[in-house]
């Protein structure tokens, strides 16, 4: 079951070491939904952090794996890209 939680929040890309202000849009007990300006290839390992964490206890910040990344171009939204992430503890950033 998804929970819809819109929130801003900041994504750090581990290999770039760049980072990209997103929305979140929902969650589960597996991952986040989120959008972005910019792409990030399936594999991607980031760090994420929650303007306003849905969380009861905030992490400082969630590391996660990319599994998909979809072109929102065209539908109405704010961020071009929808991003798809598991929670990925092993994620070393």
């Known amino acids: 079951m998804r929970l ?10 581990c290999k770039t070491g760049k980072s990209y202000l997103g929305k979140l849009h929902n969650y589960n007990r597996l991952g986040i939904y989120f959008e ?3 792409a990030l290839n399936p594999d991607s390992e980031v760090k994420i952090l929650i303007e306003e964490s849905p969380y009861i206890i905030t992490p400082e910040s969630i590391n ?5 990344c979809n072109d929102n171009n065209g539908s109405e939204v704010l961020f071009r ?3 798809g992430v598991k929670y990925n503890q092993e994620v070393n950033c």
């Open 4 to 13: 819809k939680h819109l929130s801003f929040l900041v994504v750090l890309d």
């Open 36 to 38: 972005l300006e910019v």
């Open 64 to 68: 996660a794996e990319v599994i998909w």
């Open 81 to 83: 890209y929808g991003i």
